[in-house]
T-cell receptor, first 115, second 115 residues
Framework: DTGVSQDPRHKITKRGQNVTFRCDPI?????LYWYRQTLGQGPEFLTY????????KSRLLSDRFSAERPKGSFSTLEIQRTEQGDSAMYLC?????????????FGQGTRLTVV | SQKIEQNSEALNIQEGKTATLTCNYT??????LQWYRQDPGRGPVFLLL?????KEKRKERLKVTFDTTLKQSLFHITASQPADSATYLC??????????????FGRGTSLIVHP
């Protein structure tokens, strides 16, 4: 257990539905990252927060994807109007800032299946 | 655009031998490079960090090298064990917008250690 928790662990949804995932980072970590991982590929960066500010969101896959981190604590990733191509593992990670190259601690991920 | 290449084919070795995994990157100059281990269905776990001014880093049976001229990192596991079987991911960290240093991953190399 890395201390980063994600909920739910698994989600099956019908195409066209909206889904929301939650990530609780390690409490003293300022940074929070979201990644998507498909089979046989490495984690693909989506967005990140430094405290409550979302500093990079150009890599979000489409305007159907959005993320929030209210008050710099937990974060949510929402996918609207899901498509079958959204089926993947969604990973959250957190780290400290102020330390160059600080290691990222990952959660167990949320596996999304769109049917 | 930035590109990270890791051997896509699985590496099969016998127990006790040294495993060597390769990470090549192009079109940027990372200040740090991280290696992670990922087991099936789980999030990546940090193993080692090496800085651009370091040639080599060791931790127990692990050794990482970083050649900024060749734009390559090598990851070695000595005296390999079946428990080392996993996917290994490299993540160069460059100074993105605002000094972000976001871990950006290769696709990973699967290592299989046979008893």
């Amino acid at each position: 257990d890395t201390g980063v928790s994600q909920d739910p662990r698994h989600k099956i949804t019908k195409r066209g539905q909206n889904v929301t995932f939650r990530c609780d980072p390690i409490s003293e970590h300022n940074r929070l990252y979201w990644y998507r991982q498909t089979l046989g590929q490495g984690p693909e960066f989506l967005t990140y927060f430094q405290n409550e500010a979302q500093l990079e969101k150009s890599r979000l896959l489409s305007d159907r994807f959005s993320a929030e981190r209210p008050k710099g604590s937990f974060s949510t990733l929402e996918i609207q109007r899901t498509e079958q191509g959204d089926s993947a593992m969604y990973l959250c990670a957190s780290s400290r800032i102020g330390q160059g190259g600080a290691e990222a601690f990952f959660g167990q991920g949320t596996r999304l299946t769109v049917v | 655009s930035q590109k990270i290449e890791q051997n896509s084919e699985a590496l099969n070795i016998q127990e006790g031998k040294t495993a060597t995994l390769t990470c090549n990157y192009t079109n940027y100059s990372p200040a740090y490079l991280q290696w992670y281990r990922q087991d099936p269905g789980r999030g990546p776990v940090f193993l080692l960090l090496i800085r651009e001014n370091e040639k080599e880093k060791r931790k127990e049976r692990l050794k990482v090298t970083f050649d900024t001229t060749l734009k390559q990192s090598l990851f070695h596991i000595t005296a390999s064990q079946p428990a080392d079987s996993a996917t290994y991911l490299c993540a160069p960290l460059g100074e993105g917008s605002g000094g972000s240093y976001i871990p950006t991953f290769g696709r990973g190399t699967s290592l299989i250690v046979h008893p």
